[in-house]
């Protein structure tokens, strides 16, 4: 089960309303209106719409019954659906009428408690509804719908709960990572790759937000994604095998060796698409993430093409753009993150002795970015700071979240 996208503003609970409110075809005339939208038509359940900027909120209240319509023409703020930015639901209201809100365009809908049917137009097909109601109810839209629950249940995929604003589908999250040493070290041994940094702290600050994640991973020191990519790759074939023995995994995340993107952009797509289509061809359901990684100090020398280590990650941040443009993918932008604080934060060491490789606070900071960009979660919230002291843990944190939400 996949994460549901999180930017669609929250709704609560819905009803239908009366044919006889007859708004004007301005939207600047809907602001502050107010519809009867009860069966018994005596005001005890309303629509409230305000405008706020380009866009509009509506509030539904009251207790009761709410009409239902025969067509979405006849909803009285249907002329402005898809302006509607933010809906509000109380508790009391009983059902979801017909068309209600199969114009708008939001991602996903919250009805309270009270709610005990939805109709089969109440929606757009699209949005996913997450009920507070802990319990079944009477449902005939075709949208995905997940019921409340605030403990991890028995049975997973069909109940959500909240993690700070967010709402979040009460499952086990599979996380696969392929990549080198940017992304198991740091370590005793340079040559131990069998416990991740990144991938760990990933799983650690995940469960530590109230998230059931999982990871896999295949590393190998220098190793490439073309490498990866290769089934008669001694490595490659374990991706290989890994892929086709589960075909649960929920994302797989790609980090290439450390400057191929820049050196030699060819090689790094041509990997990118192979583990693209092995993706496609075993999974069910996953999401192919491409992980952007950083400038460091050690390679800004003479005779480099990079004369700071800020313009050396804007180059490699620019070739997963690229990658990601042209493979339709997206990018957990750790690199830039790196940046950041490297700029901003020098009593934070973000890399080893080596300056290349990531330090602890390297790692923290890693799956800092991992955590917010593929959950959607403010990980500013978490408490896990691993072998970091708080004020270190938290700087990385809020460059994270400003990195993947600002």
């Not at 018994?40 to 629509?47: F, L, M, N």
């Not at 708008?104 to 507070?132: G, H, M, R, W």
């Not at 490439?224 to 589960?246: S, Y």
Request: a negative charge; charged letters at 25%.
């Amino acid at each position: 089960m996949k994460l549901t996208k999180l930017f669609g503003i929250a709704l609560a609970s819905i009803t239908m309303l009366a044919g006889c409110n007859k708004a004007t075809s301005e939207n600047s005339g809907y602001d502050g209106r107010v519809f009867d939208i009860s069966v018994a038509q005596d005001e005890s359940i309303t629509a409230s719409l305000k405008k706020v900027g380009a866009n509009f909120e509506i509030t539904i209240s009251g207790e009761g019954e709410a009409l239902s319509y025969e067509r979405k023409e006849l909803v009285p703020w249907n002329a402005i659906s898809k302006k509607i930015s933010e809906v509000k639901i109380n508790e009391g209201i009983t059902n979801i009428g017909n068309y209600y809100f199969y114009s708008s365009t939001l991602d996903y809908y919250y009805i309270p408690s009270s709610v005990i049917k939805v109709e089969e137009f109440s929606f757009n097909a699209s949005s996913t509804i997450y009920s507070y109601s802990t319990e079944e109810i009477e449902f005939e839209a075709e949208n995905k719908i997940y019921y409340y629950s605030e403990e991890a249940p028995s049975e997973n995929n069909k109940y959500w709960h909240k993690v700070g604003e967010n709402p979040i589908i009460w499952d086990t999250y599979k996380v696969f990572f392929i990549g080198n040493s940017f992304t198991f070290y740091p370590h005793d041994d340079e040559f131990d790759t069998s416990n991740p940094a990144v991938a760990n702290l990933t799983k650690n600050i995940a469960i530590d937000l109230g998230l059931a994640v999982e990871v896999d991973f295949v590393v190998k020191g220098a190793h490439t994604l073309k490498k990866f990519a290769d089934a008669n790759d001694e490595l490659g074939a374990i991706v290989d095998e890994k892929l086709r023995a589960n075909d649960d995994y929920d994302f797989v995340i790609l980090q290439e060796q450390s400057t191929t993107p820049v050196d030699n952009y060819n090689a790094f797509n041509l990997g990118v698409t192979g583990l693209v289509k092995k993706v496609k061809e075993t999974q069910k359901d996953c999401e192919v993430v491409l992980y952007a990684t950083w400038g460091f100090p050690s390679g800004v020398v003479v005779g480099s093409k990079f004369s700071t280590v800020k313009e050396m990650e804007q180059l490699i941040r620019d070739a997963y753009i690229k990658c990601a443009d042209e493979n339709n993918l997206r990018v957990n932008h750790v690199g830039e993150a790196f940046t950041y604080v490297y700029e901003n934060h020098k009593e934070i060491s973000l890399y080893g002795s080596d300056d290349k490789h990531q330090s602890y606070a390297g790692a923290y900071l890693s799956a800092c970015v991992h955590v917010a960009s593929l959950f959607n979660v403010d990980v500013r919230t978490s408490n896990f700071n691993g072998r970091l002291d708080a004020t270190t843990a938290n700087t990385l944190k809020e460059a994270a979240y400003n990195v993947v939400f600002n």
